[in-house]
């Protein structure tokens, strides 16, 4: 078996929206795009957008690492997202994490990297 990609579906209940989130205020580049399916990329990393999502809450367990992650959680809230979980260390951990919902219910946890 030769893997070609690796993709980390959401949800999305308006993809227009969901698209716009993903590429303006996390930085991935927008790929294919449609009503029921979209793939924004950041490197051989994709997040794909299904069509048909209500909403609802979904924790996903996606993680995203950034530079700033104070700049991160004000341009999320900016765009309209929510900061779920304030950002702290993590003892034993080299992180900040904290986590956020997007405007289609996904729940995604942000961290920075502190060595």
């Known amino acids: ?63 995203i690492q950034v530079e700033d992650i104070d700049q991160a959680c004000a341009d999320i809230k900016a765009a309209g997202g929510t900061i779920i979980t304030q950002p702290s260390n993590r003892p034993g951990e080299p992180i900040i994490l904290g986590e956020f919902q997007d405007l289609e219910g996904n729940q995604v946890m942000i961290t920075q990297y502190v060595g």
């Open 1 to 63: 078996m030769k893997i070609q990609a690796i993709k980390y579906m959401l949800m999305a209940q308006k993809m227009d929206r969901a698209v716009a989130f993903y590429r303006d205020v996390m930085g991935l580049t927008a790929g294919f795009t449609s009503e029921e399916w979209s793939e924004l990329a950041f490197g051989d990393a994709i997040v794909a957008l299904h069509g048909g999502g209500d909403g609802s809450i979904n924790p996903t367990g996606l993680s």
